[in-house]
């Protein structure tokens, strides 16, 4: 196409009349007679060829060998901890249920753990999705009804009955619904800067949630660089430095590939200051790195490279945390067809976070390296959300959070989709509403029965093994000889003994998931109460729990100094 053609195709578009949102509407409400809404509620029977470990193992490939382990370690524990990771294999679910052929710019990865508070440009704090690396041209049905079977699987997971948990589900529709029929009402520019702020949060929750809710908001804002720069690193000859966690956090010399890191770096940061604009160059500009780690983060993300640079800027309470990390191609990416396919899945990722969270990242950028995507962000700026952890969050409030979690998608979907045929579709009764949560019934089953399988794979195939085995064995050899014939201290005479001093060990440390771990320590020692023999004693025998980095509680035996 010449230049004078592309100039008037584009001058068609702004001066071709729209419909209005009365026909958009009906437009949407038309599509019912096509896609009625109870089919929603449908999931088709697994193929007798779905395997979902091969899937598993096939995003294995091509993530970090030594971290995959680490990955099915976080899905086995819960079936809802089995489904963040397990992006992919819905995907290949939902290729078969029915959609409306309305597209927005997907999540691809929706789930309730996937929405939470960030700070915006204005500092202010909001609510919104903050997780892209899935993100791609999609139906919108996709995105919320895996968001609704989080919901629900998440809702069993702190303990709710099942009434409760498709409740939880059901109220991610009617959130959607209610808000998007608002969104589709309102001019494009109002939508375009809406915000879900604290006062509305707040709103949500029952009176007796509010407490936790504000401490919550205050948590996220004091989760700032200087909060990472006091958690995350050690003073070091006066430089702070980047505390190492085997294997979560590790400060590594080399790539993978074998080079020099601080020689990749220069390349990596040349590339990603090309894609920020001008005035954010600027301002990175005036940063100087300290230090690199490489670093495990999520749950399907875990294997994908990740790295955390610390910058400081005018001063040490002056510090700049980014976080590079790999982007893969989208798991829509094989069923959904986009111009990002071809190009930077970390642009691909940043283009989709703009489109549709709102107010993102000041330093959020891509860059490529040795064929390899990247996106760049800040690794924590006033982030924070619901703890969805049993004894943290009752079932009945995480209920009233389910409808957040609703707006939040609406307001994603209205940013980069067409609310007023989405809405029109969706109408105004609570027909989607229970369709979706008949569906997120269905799916939760077929979720814990993955899951199921996921422990098979580790309990009887070592490729699959999500569980770490590390052994170390220690010894002293002691001999003692007196110079005179008699006895000294028992055994030791002049005909001397390796009896008195001498101790062999073994220890073996078992993770089975990144908070838990046993250990077992066997010691061959000198007997208490004999002079010519050693004994076998078990010495440690504890199993050790770490919630977070800064608390480890362990219970068994164990030999106090």
Not at 211 to 240: I, P
Not at 273 to 295: G, H, Q
Request: aromatic share 8%; net charge neutral; charged share 25%.
């Amino acid at each position: 196409m010449t230049r004078k053609a592309t100039s008037r195709a584009i001058l068609a578009h702004f001066t071709t009349p729209q419909l209005s949102i009365a026909q958009r509407f009906a437009a949407g409400k038309a599509l019912r007679e096509q896609f009625p809404r109870e089919a929603h509620s449908w999931l088709p029977p697994a193929p007798y060829d779905r395997d979902p470990i091969a899937v598993l193992k096939a995003q294995a490939t091509t993530r970090l060998k030594q971290l995959v382990p680490v990955r099915h370690a976080r899905m086995q524990e819960s079936p809802f901890a089995f489904l963040r990771g397990a992006a992919a294999i819905m995907a290949g679910d939902l290729v078969a249920t029915p959609h409306s052929g309305l597209m927005v710019q997907a999540c691809g990865d929706m789930h309730v753990a996937n929405i939470g508070l960030y700070a915006s440009a204005e500092r202010n704090l909001v609510l919104a999705i903050n997780d892209f690396d899935e993100t791609h041209l999609g139906p919108w049905e996709w995105d919320l009804k895996r968001l609704a079977a989080s919901a629900l699987v998440a809702a069993e997971y702190l303990g709710a009955d099942a009434a409760r948990q498709r409740e939880a589900a059901r109220m991610i529709a009617t959130g959607y619904r209610t808000k998007l029929r608002e969104y589709g009402k309102m001019g494009f520019m109002r939508v375009w800067y809406d915000h879900i702020e604290q006062a509305s949060v707040l709103d949500a929750f029952s009176v007796d949630a509010h407490r936790r809710v504000k401490a919550t908001f205050a948590k996220a804002r004091g989760r700032n660089h200087l909060q990472v720069l006091g958690k995350m690193t050690d003073l070091v000859d006066d430089q702070h430095r980047i505390r190492e966690l085997h294997p979560f956090v590790i400060r590594e010399t080399h790539t993978e590939d074998g080079e020099a890191v601080y020689e990749v770096l220069g390349e990596l940061l040349e590339a990603y200051l090309a894609s920020l604009p001008e005035d954010r160059r600027i301002l990175l500009r005036r940063y100087r790195v300290v230090d690199v780690a490489r670093k495990v983060v999520g749950v399907g993300s875990v294997g994908t490279r990740c790295w955390v640079i610390l910058l400081t800027g005018a001063d040490d309470d002056d510090p700049l945390f980014l976080q590079v990390k790999e982007a893969q191609p989208s798991v829509l990416a094989p069923y959904f067809t986009s111009e990002d396919d071809s190009g930077n899945q970390g642009r691909r990722v940043v283009r989709g976070q703009r489109m549709i969270q709102g107010s993102p990242d000041i330093f959020l950028g891509w860059c490529d390296l040795r064929g390899r995507h990247f996106y760049v962000r800040q690794l924590r700026d006033m982030k924070g959300g619901i703890d969805i952890t049993p004894g943290m969050v009752k079932p009945r409030h995480f209920v009233e959070y389910c409808q957040l979690c609703g707006w939040a998608l609406a307001l994603a979907h209205a940013k980069s989709g067409d609310a007023a045929q989405i809405a029109g579709y969706l109408g105004k009764s609570e027909v989607m509403d229970e369709a979706i949560a008949d569906f997120a019934v269905a799916y939760g089953q077929r979720t814990r029965e993955d899951h199921a399988l996921l422990l098979a794979a580790i309990a009887v195939s070592a490729p699959a093994s999500a569980v770490d085995y590390s052994t170390a064995v220690f010894g002293t050899l002691g001999y003692a000889r007196s110079d005179h014939p008699f006895a000294y201290q028992r055994s030791i005479d002049d005909n001397g003994t390796f009896l008195r001093d001498s101790v062999l060990g073994a220890q073996l440390d078992i993770r089975v998931s990144p908070e838990w771990s046993a250990t077992l320590q066997g010691r061959l020692a000198p007997a208490n109460f004999t002079d010519d023999r050693l004994d076998a004693t078990l010495a440690w025998a504890f199993v050790s729990w770490r919630p977070s980095n800064d608390w480890q509680l362990r219970a068994g035996k164990l030999r106090i100094p």
